[in-house]
């Protein structure tokens, strides 16, 4: 796999005169990629069906001439104001029952059928237009799906599309009635349209009515997507791909990655640290100008498998953005370490956004590879080094890594439908076992709740799983090699009801939970030998030895034979030292990283980072502040 | 007096072939009573007019004939969904005009006539079916009238019954004006239909508009509950009691049980604690698995008071909850500690809620007696102790406890209408009150606004008594034991105006008020001797000698014979002198208890509990954590 | 000039018996100034077009024969209830689509048509009767415009106000979408009708249309007051006056002001130090009792400048007040403080708030200078002592200040539109300045950004102008004294683009801007020297010399000749470092003052105030706490 860079570019924001001179710029920075179009359909369709497509035949071909290969996007994230006069209900409405209305972007309301149409239509304009041109070498449909809390609308469409829904999954109303408990509170329903979506309840709907609304909002997502799917591909024979966002939870992204060729992110580490990953501020403020050393890590590895080995970073961060609560520069070499850090986890490309600063609209204070005044900005200089040292780097094929880590969109929902103690959420607790693992210098590969053959890992990582299907429950049953399952594994069923058998009612593995307790998170219970039980714990009954405990003597991870059950959430020094049982029963060596190291394997390489501000020492010596060592093995 | 247990079932949730058991094992286990039906209206009247009440006659025979005794409830806390399209604009509407949809519970709004004539029929059904029932032994209506902030409604429903309620009150527009002191920003009326109500103003509303709303919304709770006793009574020679829930303050309770034979009310510690307990971080940390040491005994003097003299503890927390922000497990012990801490307060009965925890809907995440499987909950064993204990136990009859305390609904919606100072609530200033008490090992008798007659106590406290009537003034002036006022003690009139002569005008008590200031509550003025004046303090003006006062000599107590002027919120250290000076000055005896530990005498039994989770040394010896000590006096 | 004293005044809250003993009781008290009528509208027009104006010209009279001199409200900051039923859409909406209802205060909309005509008819009514009264001495327009966030409203009125003004200013949509950037995000329009207000949209609006709203917001309340003026002048030679509020920013008070002959504000500096200044709880707590020590001088200086010389305090402050979160009484001496430095800073007069304190409605807590039941309140004591020394003092001619300081409305909206970072606000940062050069001991005139003669000025300092016109750039850059400049100087253009050449692109500043970043609060970057930049720091290019530099090296201060351009928002430290170089180059004497201190010169006279509750060192010797010094120089 040859690895390659690239940049995403408006020429609809500049002067046509200069699309030549900013396509040699980038050819000459190395850049390979450019991605257009997904913000122009008020240029590309400027009245309702007057389609005004010259400028972008001559951009596609300016780019193309220039040597670049063109991404083009759908541009549907941002409808014209046209749009609205035609479909006057097609905006989402927020969950206080507003319509989010036009003047920035994403205003529309996915279960909208007449603007899904619309959608298709200006896809299919394109697609038929640009399908076979030799310089479109990638589709992008729409924009950062989900992004602005888009995924959850609470319109009239959104009602009737539920309802349709919930008739297509339950067919009978009293079965309905039955799965959710509606007798509780007499909240039986004698038909479908009697049916609301679950905001602006008295107190909490009914968690398996919110856990529906969660799953059936989701597949409207998927189905967006794919309608786009459909009008592409009997045009063009260029992958399809999507730019998902950093913790961006709503829908399921494996679901509509399985349309899709390719997987692209969004990666703004800096931006990201201040506004979701739900760091303490001594944390935000260690890695204030370089982001968190495992967020981006994180998604590199989930979209790796959303796009079944395929995956991008669409746009990636090049200085100071616009958007987070406070916006600093990124340390000097960042850009580069992120560069290498995204190739390390088996990137395809790199595209860095933007081309040039817009000097207008919301985004003229995110910084890009040009300055507003064309003058070349302080990241470019990063670029400019990392093609040089691509030009001599060798292609690599990622592999399989030893441990695997699932990620399941549905417990997210069900863990935030119900989380029982309020700080409590599914992503925070896949997230940090996913850091532990890092900070044992482990290369992860994250897996859907779909993948069922775990025969090349040495263990299975399956925290927080609280609703799973029978054939993944078999399958981690059956799984040969390690496997930590917990806390609330199969805690719920698909219709978000506690089983009989209680939970986790695993083959081989005899732990019932008896009872679980919600924390405060300023009262951990410490365990014996160090570490603490933080916001949450089971209390378990069944005769399996316990590994870890708390002074009090309640255990809070069991394990029998190669089957590990946690029944608490840990701190970082719990989680350490799971992990360390759990390399131990594995065959794995645990290699203790140094604070703010991070080392991954690829292929034939092995990468050190080093995210601190500091030169730290580590086994491959010291590493420089911000920087990257790279090493093959 | 017999103290007997219960707890609270659903049929209508289970299979009707297990409530046989059920019910063999509620006897088993030394239960008294069964609650049913409170929230069955969907299975009464699956469909507008078509009663279903067959299961409900085989579910009172079965629990019946096995020997328990019912408590059955009207359902109409949860009106099924078709009654929403009998009554489009039934709904409470939020102070934000939102309305407050269904599919949870209390989807209704109180001023509603449709839905009240709607309560009055389906109560009236049951009362006609089961009024001569031998099994149906209690009647409850509702369900916590006022949970989830269902008192207030901003709906045109409100609106209307408003304008009606202001024009019975105040007969002419003028004489509205003229009270209400609307000259003051033009805000004058022309007609009773000219006003809104007090929401969504641009600044806030004339505070004798929104105390005039919080009268008028407390009398429509107290109409609707009216109307289902009215509905029983001819049927029924069974006593009938409403559920109360803690801290519900926005309806007068008194008034409410004025009209039903006894006043329940539902318990839940841990979950008080973190919710609305009003606590600290560290005290919260320092009872997290106990629950507050004087919350649950406030209200059980409270609803005492409210049931005059019969009351029980309708729903006993027995584990984690599901509701709180963070749900922990009691202690081992505590469920026995709570049970036995109501019957020290006069309880007749305590039930446990629920039976079986339910594996669907809102509350699956709630503790019962059993387990959603239907195995023993940890309660069960403390709920068998009880039983031994209680078949052991003397016949009590609770007396008159030597202190008076008064609290009053109006003060509380007055305080809460003009702070003054942003975290000034009366709740909190009358239960910082009662905590001190209960520090100096005080039996307290809970009395409200209408007690007229103190002579049997030796003290009465009556603090911030912000709006009181003439007669209860009287009866203060007039009182010959000690009588404890202030701050703010007839600060305003029924109209909510200040009055004149300034406050607090009492007879033989030579106070004026000439000044008030509200404090930051980062800025405690230190009293000489010990102690702080919190948030609050008042300037007077008269001759009576000072008993506290600051370190800059500002009075913030004074004392003219056997009547006490507390010019000042305290903090605890403050309280605790000023509880020492009034025992001195009201032939009481001050025992200080032990951080933790609480007395209460009930007829002939003396109780003491160790609210904390180390044992502690007391003058009966040492105390067990989480322990009770019974003893004969 | 003559320094005098008043008070407000409400006859139509008292019986009108009264209304002598209070004239006299005033004139006794040494008042000169009695303002009356501003909420009145009610009693003047009970019902649609019939006046009642009999009390009011009896009042005016029994005030005016008394000795006192009138100042006349209009009343429309308080329409009737019935004006709503006439224009049923006046109310204001706010930002999330809900009216403000009627109920309290200021209750419509700038933009409504309908009622802008009802105040002209009403203000003329008041013109017409009583422009030539012989006791009517002044006028006051509305009352306190903005205060409650009344100046941005969201309603149709609005919008279609909003259309109408942008086609005035950019004639053509194309010229809107082009100076906008629409074509970012596709938000072209293709009409004025098709543009929204900037609320509710999904993200953030474009910048520049959040701007565009903001200045037209602030021209609506410029042409309602405009209307007023307009119907007052042909009847009335008297002057004509508005009382602005303390922060208060949404709208340009120099505009309003242009109309006006007399600038005066309401004065509320313990209120404010709680709910407006933006301080620390630590400075909360240390000036609690006395406010803030510069933000009511800040607000003198600013006024001055809004009234051209001639500004009053309306309303002054005698008492705790009761909107603030806390609201304490003022130390003893600091009504007298507070109107020393009113005059100090050049006031005509100062009027203090209010006569009789209320015993109704929203303000009954709102002390006056007498007590509800009309006894003195404490403040009376000082107004005698104001009295007495008034009498002594000479006749002073303010004059002009050594140090200007621009304060530019449309900056601070520009701020707040893209602030970059969360904390960030023009007024902070240019209080912060203001604040740094009374501790140097300087007195200080605010001058609009119309201002361009700085010939009088040893300094001009321009902290923050985001965006300035091409006349003032001008003027700054040719002022013959020393100025400062800087951050995000010129950083947008008037339609809020960023502008090239870079900012800030002054002449014989060889400064770029060639990058920024906003910090983390709690991130400070030391300063070598001592101070720290704090929240925000931008990236220079060219050669002119560091006066001011981080640890890390970075320039956040740098001089050429007597350009000085701030790179960077400075702490305290920092600011005072950045002065002394200042007025080094300025030949100006840096006075370091003690803490809580602050002197000020008015023409002949120096004076030197303790904000503190100590005594205090100074060069004048010993100041008690709370005190004034007053000398002739
Ligand atoms: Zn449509
Ligand atoms: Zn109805
Ligand atoms: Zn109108």
Known sequence: MKRTLGTCYYPEHWPEETWQDDARRMVAAGLTWVRIGEFAWSRLEPNPGEMTLGWMDRAIETLGQAGLKVVL???????????????????????????????????????????????????????????????????????????????????????????????????????????????F?????????????????VTEANPSHTMAFRRYSSDMV???????????????????????????????????????????????????????????????????????????????????????????????????????????????????????????????????????????????????LLRPDGQDAPAMQEVAEMTRELADAPEVQPGTAPVALIFDYASEWAWSTQPHGAHLNYFGIVFDVYRALRRAGLSVDILPPTALDFSEYKVVLAPGLMTLGSELKAALE??????????????????????????PDFAD???????????RPDMPRPLVGGGAVTGYIEELEGEVPTILHTQLGQPCAVAQGNRIYCSAILDDTGLDRLMIALCARSDLSYRAMPVGVRTRRCGSEEFWFNHTDK?????????????VLRRTI
Chains 1, 2, 3 share one sequence.
């Not at 390690?482 to 009801?497: E, I, K, S, Y």
């Not at 593995?509 to 924390?519: F, K």
């Not at 030169?615 to 920087?627: C, F, H, I, K, R």
Request: net charge negative; hydrophobic share 35%; aromatic share 12%.
């Open 509 to 519: 593995l005899d732990v019932t939970v008896s009872r679980v307790e919600s924390l």
């Open 478 to 503: 059956n799984a040969p090699c390690t496997v930590l399952l917990g806390p609330r594994t199969n805690a719920r069923t698909h219709d978000f009801r506690i089983p009989t058998p209680l939970p």
């Open 73 to 183: 996007g759908t541009p549907t994230a941002t409808p014209p104001r046209w749009m609205l006069d035609r479909h006057t209900d097609m905006l989402a409405i927020d969950a206080q029952g507003n319509p989010r209305k036009f003047g920035s972007r994403r205003h529309y309301c996915f279960s909208h059928a007449g603007y899904l149409e619309e959608s298709r239509r200006i896809t299919r304009l394109l697609a038929e237009r640009y399908g076979a041109s030799p310089y479109v070498a990638a589709w992008q449909t729409d924009n950062e799906y989900g992004c602005h809390d888009t995924t959850l609308s609470y319109s009239a469409a959104a009602r009737t599309g539920f309802r349709t829904w919930l008739r297509s999954q339950y067919a009978d109303i009293d079965a309905l009635n039955s799965a959710w408990g509606n007798v």
């Open 185 to 201: 509170w007499s909240m039986e329903y004698r038909s479908f349209d009697d049916i609301d979506l679950p905001n602006m309840t």
């Open 222 to 368: 998927v189905r967006f997507n794919q309608a786009q799917v459909e009008e592409i591909r009997p045009h063009s024979s260029a992958p399809i791909s999507h730019n998902y966002m950093g913790r961006i939870t709503d829908f399921d992204h494996f679901e509509v990655g399985k349309d899709l060729e390719i997987a692209t992110w969004d990666s703004y580490p800096l931006g990201f640290l201040e506004d979701r990953v739900g760091a303490t501020p001594e944390h935000q403020r260690m890695y204030a100008q370089q982001g968190d050393p495992d967020f981006q890590a994180f998604h590199h590895d989930l979209y790796r498998a959303v796009g079944r080995g395929r995956w991008w970073v669409m746009e990636q961060q090049p200085g100071p953005v616009n958007w987070a609560p406070y916006n600093p520069a990124p340390l000097p070499g960042m850009v580069r370490l992120w560069t290498w850090e995204a190739f390390a986890h088996g990137a395809e490309a790199v595209c860095y956004f933007r081309w040039r600063q817009a000097p207008f609209a919301q985004e003229q204070m995110h910084a890009g």
């Open 615 to 627: 030169p730290v020492e580590t086994d491959m010596g010291t590493l420089p502040p911000a920087s």
